[in-house]
Each structure stands twice: as structure tokens, then as C-alpha cells.
């Protein structure tokens, strides 16, 4: 049985305390935080008028509301039944909801594995951006979408130690791909020719 929590909140308050606790507190995939409707509670302690900041906040708010209300199919929504539906995920909402994604999300949302992922699929915390850029480089078949996406990340790359080649070449190795992306062939090593 869910905690019943707080009664004075309303549906969109528990839900945006909720998200916010999510999206705020749990900085890796191992250590996420305790979503609870006294949690929520606690977190608006010195809040009178909990709002969304965001239209990105909007339409969570209004993705977890209505899912917990499609799920129990009533027109209410119970803290506890919020507070466990965040819980379990943010990213799949994001997703049902339509929420836009920034490249490094989009990126992030196509290329995290292990505790990246479950970051990603809890609490929306995208991938390093050098990490994203270099899942792409990597994936031969990256469609479109996904270099492009890459290339937006290139201002906030290092500089170029950390990248085979460095910087330099990557970017035109993407951009090459976005050129011709059903020709595009990594090029071959000349070693063991005669």
C-alpha cells in the first residue's frame, strides 16, 4: 500500500515535488532518492505556491498526473501512486509525453548503457557530452539524426587529447557521414598492402 502523505498539495504539486527530487538529487544511476509523498512534502516545506518553471516541467507534471489516472482509471490521482510512478522512471513519461529532447539528450537516450542508462531512464541525466560524441564516432551506422545531434556537442568538447585524431578530424569524419550517409565507409588502413 502506498503512504497516503500529504493532503494540502495538490495532484500537480506531489507530481512536480516529485520530479524535481528525481531530477535534482539523483546525480548517478546507483544512488537514486527516496520519492515519498513526506519526502515531496518535505521538499515544498517553504514553497506556498509550487509551479512548473518549464514547459518541459508542465508537460511531466501533466504526464504523470494523467498516467496515474489512466492506470487506476479514475479522475484522481493519490500521492503515493505519483510519488511510485516517478519512481519507477522519468524517461519513459518524457518519451508518452512528447517531451523535446537537447541532442545530448537525444544521444543520451540512444547510447547509455549501465548506470548511465538507468541515470537516464530515472532521472533524465544525460550522458558527458565527450561521452555521446564519441558513442556516435563509434556507431558506423548512426543515422542521421544522431550525427547531427553529435556535432551540436562539439563546443562543449575538449580539446583534442582525449579524442583519436583529435577534434578536428572527428567533426569531419561526422561531417563527411552527413554528407553521404549510404556511401560513407570508415577509411581503410593502408598497413599490409605491398
Known amino acids: 500500500m502506498t503512504d497516503p502523505g500529504p493532503h494540502a498539495l495538490s495532484e500537480n504539486a506531489v507530481a512536480l515535488g516529485a ?3 528525481a531530477t535534482t538529487r539523483a546525480t548517478d544511476g546507483r544512488s537514486r532518492p527516496r520519492i515519498s509523498p513526506r519526502a515531496v512534502e518535505e521538499f515544498w516545506a517553504e ?6 518553471a518549464t514547459d518541459r516541467e ?8 494523467y498516467q496515474v489516472r ?12 505519483i510519488c511510485d510512478l516517478v519512481a519507477s522512471g522519468l524517461a519513459p513519461l518524457a518519451r508518452r509525453a512528447g517531451v523535446p ?7 543520451t537516450a540512444r547510447y547509455a548503457v549501465g548506470p548511465a ?3 537516464w531512464h530515472h532521472s533524465l541525466t544525460p550522458l558527458d ?4 560524441f564519441t558513442a556516435v564516432r563509434a556507431d558506423l551506422n548512426a543515422e542521421p539524426e544522431y550525427v547531427s545531434a553529435a556535432l551540436t556537442l562539439v563546443p562543449e568538447l575538449p580539446e583534442p587529447h582525449e579524442l583519436p585524431g583529435g577534434l578536428a578530424a572527428a567533426v569531419i ?3 563527411a557521414r552527413l554528407r553521404a550517409p549510404a556511401r560513407w565507409q570508415p577509411p581503410r588502413s593502408r598497413r599490409g598492402r605491398a
Open 19 to 21: 520530479i524535481r527530487l
Open 47 to 52: 514553497t506556498p505556491l509550487p509551479a512548473p
Open 58 to 65: 508542465h508537460a511531466l507534471v501533466y504526464a504523470v498526473v
Open 70 to 81: 489512466d492506470d487506476h482509471h479514475r479522475n484522481t490521482a493519490e500521492p503515493g501512486e
Open 101 to 107: 529532447l537537447s541532442p545530448l539528450e537525444t544521444l
Open 117 to 119: 542508462r538507468r541515470a
Open 129 to 132: 557530452p565527450l561521452d555521446a
Open 173 to 175: 569524419e561526422l561531417r
